[in-house]
């Protein structure tokens, strides 16, 4: 099972998508991202919005846009 910290946004919405950050290099990834199958759970760490990501200086991937 994924085991992960989740950093949530005080302005997030309930019903906001997850995002997927590596934590190597921090990469954002979207849920369902193919290329999320190469990032091990041990290093997975779980956004529930983009503004939570990029405050804590995660990029988005350009594999899955």
């Known amino acids: 099972p994924l085991v992960a910290r989740v950093l949530m946004s005080s302005n ?3 019903e906001s998508a997850f995002l997927v950050g590596d934590t190597r290099n921090k990469t954002l990834y979207p849920v369902g991202c ?24 995660y990029k988005r991937t350009t594999t899955c846009l």
């Not at 193919?34 to 290093?43: G, I, S, Y």
């Open 34 to 57: 193919p290329a999320l199958k190469a990032v091990p759970e041990n290093k997975r760490i779980i956004f529930n919005s983009k503004e939570a990501a990029e405050k804590a200086g």
């Open 12 to 14: 997030a919405a309930p």
